[in-house]
């Protein structure tokens, strides 16, 4: 039988700057380990901080150790799971191998002549520079780089023949198992397989009971492998009839015993933990099992705070397992890593799904696909047998294909014979060609979206209809065209900024080290650097918008949750779609977009997740979140179901500041419902503006199956006719905003007779509008058209990116709210600014506008934001390019307030944008009394 032996734990590590130390026998010379640091194994040398941080190149690891209870007469080998990237290893100090691979495991041989009493093991592990060439993934890239022995090392004593692998492929539809094994054969003697199909051992008290299945498999014969590394692959079908089945509500798990016997008896036994399910996509659906899964995903990364990349524990990994499921999650998409194996058993046990996907490489070149390839495999092969595992990516974004796919024959016919080999090796499951862009051979047509909402909902419903669903080809290179594959946005999220407190205090009151941007130059800008948080936070008015930067970052987190709640309701919404993976899980470093921190804990609201992330779910089609008073309200409902299970209750509604509710009778037998005018109202009366609440319950059964809530606010009519004390007179706006003013009592007057007592609003900054300002009048510049303004004195302006953008699905707009007294605008900007978003800001810092032939750099402006007092504003990301969307500037001896948010042709009509113009001509004549 085998036995194992640990080498975790204390090693000794050198490094070796000038690749010195093969050329100097440290694996066989004493003096230079005089200098060496004692470190843990498994060891990622950038945790050992300061100059390792960055360290890149050659280091050395040694070890002496012991074997008690050896048998010579058997074979030993030494066992890594991964060693990140490049490592030579001697056994007492002669050479016995070496490996390339960061990722996935790897043994090599130790000859019995070297084996002593006590015994020495030295790796020399590189980790190089220039690692376009190597799979990688975002570590090295985008976060901290990940070297060393990073997993788990043990040498493992086997007899001199062996099963190397077993490899289990469910046939639900059959009821049968087909097993392929692998087998290692050092002697030429006769040999039988016999094995034992049982329920997974967990050792604890929820191990389901269920019918186990033995037999043979036969006699094999006189058998001799090909060299050390040749295996004999044999393969047989095993029905199993009444087999549980896994899935994520019942994650059944067996584990077969394959014994190997000579005859002498038992020789060697191989254990592999496998679940029967079965995966499939037809109809535009994922199916597992036969059913419909709409997949409700986060996507992974996998990185943390303290260990880097590998969780802290066993309990780390069930908690997270555990609270994704909670929140809602049946999915999570590992990204560009190899997953360690004891997150995926544990995905297994709970009942996690798992899209897979190899880390990348950048640079196209014929070695670096060999070793892709190569990485591809051994993932394969170590993880075949995870139930979890629904889904095998194979590129991510065309990140190593150099981003020109569709120009080019030679990587389209890679990618499309790649999607051949992978659904050859693996027909079990679905497999996804180039996650998020343009595809070749996919059984996924998945799509990386990223939008900012409210903001951007329109653009967002528009991306949804005409594109993902509206128009499949186009997110194929031609000729190759979409077989109606499951729709699925693959990536789609905001950012919401943590507390630097709190992850100072896990620091032991330190910065962290990733404060200075670990990852290669295309991310050092500013939004991606928590230090320009540091020097930012006091300048823009953030101060007078929220006080200190943790109050910036509670608000932050509520902009994200209202941002992902509209972006994934509007998905569901739409039956089409086939399910989503939101960006992300959790914090990574920098890159703030989890729906946890990087420590793991929810961010701000988080606990409301379940509303809309959940199997049921209760959607209102609200039309308008800013209502008059007296307006007539009909909206639909959606109901989602997920479950696909018949359910009859009701759906009440009301309204949390008002007395007004009501219930509609449901039956529920699909996986989406649609309810026209379910919910109808008429907006009461009031005598200030009411933030209102819309709360949903959806009752089945006297319990409650989904709730929901959306922010609403009523404005009584009557507050338009409020007298006004300033004259205003219209420069260059169109009559229909004259008539506006007129209608909310605003007395006007022409520019001609302007007295300093009124307050000119114009469109227009030209030398007239700039004159009045300079003399010591105030001046209301409505500059929402930013480049297309005829004249805008002194500003520039920059326009934010429009449709799909990665860098503004990390941004906030804000406002000193406390200038808009009794007016319900929260300082992070909501639904209560719906259509008044801007779209150009003035920009306070360089900026680079991204054109179709090139991307071109502009300078900002910080002394627009130093000389004035910006009441709006924009930032990216860790308070980076920022920009003012108002902006009271000394102009002369009077003052213009600009202003981007969009209220010229919505002034009059829509209730929050006339409320705050009123307030902005005020603001514009007698300033604020919280300057900043």
């Known amino acids: 039988m085998r036995q194992s032996w640990s080498l975790d734990g204390e090693w000794q590590f050198l490094i070796d700057p000038l690749q010195a130390g093969e050329r100097e026998s440290w694996y066989d010379n004493e003096q230079p380990w005089n200098e060496a640091r004692k470190v843990a194994v498994p060891h990622i040398w950038q945790r050992e901080g300061g100059e390792l941080v960055g360290y890149h190149g050659v280091a050395w690891y040694r070890k002496t150790i012991s074997l008690p209870g050896r048998d010579s007469g058997k074979q030993h080998c030494i066992c890594f799971d991964a060693v990140d990237y490049r490592c030579a290893v001697w056994w007492n100090g002669a050479y016995i191998g070496e490996h390339e691979g960061g990722f996935t495991p790897f043994e090599l041989s130790i000859p019995a002549e070297l084996m002593q009493e006590e015994n020495q093991v030295v790796l020399s592990v590189f980790d190089p520079k220039d690692n376009a060439e190597i799979p990688i993934g975002k570590q090295g890239s985008w976060y901290t780089r990940v070297s060393g022995i990073w997993q788990s090392v043990k040498v493992e004593e086997r007899a001199s023949s062996y099963v190397g692998s077993v490899l289990v492929t469910p046939d639900l539809d059959g009821m049968k198992l087909g097993l392929r094994a692998e087998l290692l054969v050092g002697g030429g003697h006769d040999l039988k397989l016999d094995y034992t199909i049982r329920p997974h051992a967990l050792g604890e008290e929820n191990t389901f009971e269920a019918a186990s299945y033995s037999g043979e498999l036969g006699e094999l014969g006189e058998l001799r492998s090909e060299g050390r590394n040749r295996p004999i692959q044999v393969k047989w079908d095993k029905p199993v009839p009444g087999m549980l089945l896994w899935s994520t509500e019942a994650p059944h798990l067996y584990e077969i015993e394959v014994c190997l016997s000579d005859a002498s008896g038992v020789i060697d036994r191989f254990v592999a933990i496998f679940g029967m399910r079965k995966v499939e996509q037809r109809d535009g659906r994922i199916y597992v099992n036969n059913q419909p899964v709409y997949i409700r995903g986060a996507l992974d990364q996998a990185f943390y705070p303290d260990s880097i990349y590998t969780a802290g524990s066993v309990d780390e990994i069930r908690k997270e397992i555990e609270l994704a499921k909670q929140m809602g999650f049946n999915l999570l998409r590992k990204h560009i890593k190899v997953e360690i194996p004891e997150y995926l058993y544990w995905a297994d046990r709970l009942g996690m799904l798992i899209w ?204 994200m949750f209202r941002a992902v709640k509209s972006l994934i309701e509007e998905m569901r919404k739409r039956p089409a779609i086939g399910g989503y993976v939101v960006t992300e899980f959790t914090d990574i470093e920098w890159e703030t977009n989890g729906w946890l921190d990087f420590l793991r804990q929810p961010k701000e609201g988080f606990d409301r997740l379940i509303d809309f992330n959940g199997a049921c779910c209760v959607f209102a089609e609200v039309e308008r979140a800013n209502l008059w008073s007296g307006e007539q309200v009909s909206w639909e409902l959606v109901l989602t179901n997920d479950d696909g299970k018949r359910m009859s209750g009701e759906v009440k509604w009301s309204l949390a500041n008002s007395a007004m509710q009501g219930t509609v009778q449901v039956e529920v037998d699909d996986v989406w419902k649609q309810l026209p005018g379910a919910i109808t109202f008429t907006v009461p009366e009031s005598k200030a503006v009411l933030p209102e609440r819309l709360v949903l319950e959806w009752i089945v059964e006297g319990t409650c199956v989904a709730r929901n809530e959306y922010e609403l606010t009523f404005t009584p009519k009557q507050l338009v006719n409020a007298d006004r004390e300033s004259a205003v007179a219209i420069h260059g706006l169109n009559a229909g905003f004259q008539a506006a003013l007129e209608a909310n009592r605003w007395g006007t007057a022409a520019t001609d007779t302007l007295t300093n007592e009124a307050v000119m609003v114009t469109d227009c900054l030209d030398k007239e ?150 307030r902005l001509l005020h603001i514009a004549k007698d300033g604020t009394p919280y300057e900043n």
């Open 356 to 559: 897979a996907e190899p880390p990348n490489f950048v640079k196209w070149t014929e070695a670096a696909r060999t070793r892709f390839v190569s990485e591809i495999e051994a993932m394969l092969k170590r993880d075949y047998n995870h139930p979890s595992i629904i889904i095998w990516s194979i590129y991510n974004e065309e990140w190593g294909l150099e981003w020109d796919l569709e120009f080019d024959p030679e990587k389209q016919k890679h990618v499309a014979e790649l999607y051949d080999w992978l659904k050859e090796w693996d027909p079990t499951r679905l497999i996804c060609d180039n996650s998020g862009w343009t595809h070749i051979k996919t059984d996924i047509n998945d799509h990386h979206r990223y939008f900012a909402c409210p903001e951007q909902l329109d653009e967002w419903r528009e991306d949804l209809d005409e594109l993902l669903i509206g128009n499949p080809d186009k997110n194929f290179v031609a000729p190759y065209r979409s077989q109606g594959e499951p729709i699925i946005v693959s990536e789609f999220g905001v950012w919401g900024l943590p507390s630097v407190e709190r992850l100072k205090d896990f620091y032991d009151g330190n910065e962290p080290w990733w404060f200075i941007n670990q990852g290669e130059e295309t991310h050092q800008d500013d939004y991606k650097k928590p230090t320009t948080a540091l020097d930012n936070m006091d300048k823009f008015g953030l101060a007078s918008a929220f006080g200190d930067f943790e109050t910036l970052a509670v608000h932050s987190q509520r902009r």
């Open 769 to 918: 509008a700039e004159s009045f300002a300079r003399q010591g009048g105030s001046v209301l510049f409505l500059a929402e058209k930013g480049d297309g303004l005829k004249a805008s004195g002194p500003f520039t302006f920059r326009q934010l990116a429009p449709g799909e953008s990665w860098p503004r699905a990390s941004s906030m707009n804000y406002v000193d709210s406390r200038c808009f007294d009794g007016l319900p605008l929260l300082p992070e900007m909501g639904w209560e600014l719906e259509g008044l978003y801007p779209d150009y800001v003035l920009p306070f810092g360089d900026y680079k506008k991204v054109g179709v032939k090139r991307t071109v750099n502009m300078f900002g402006n910080p002394g627009t934001a130093e000389a004035g007092e910006v009441i709006s504003g924009y930032f990216q990301g860790w308070l980076g390019q920022n920009g003012g969307s108002i902006v009271r500037h000394p102009l002369g001896k009077g003052y213009v307030t600009v202003v981007t948010w969009k209220l010229i042709e919505r002034y009059g009509h829509e209730p929050m944008a006339t409320m705050i113009v009123n």
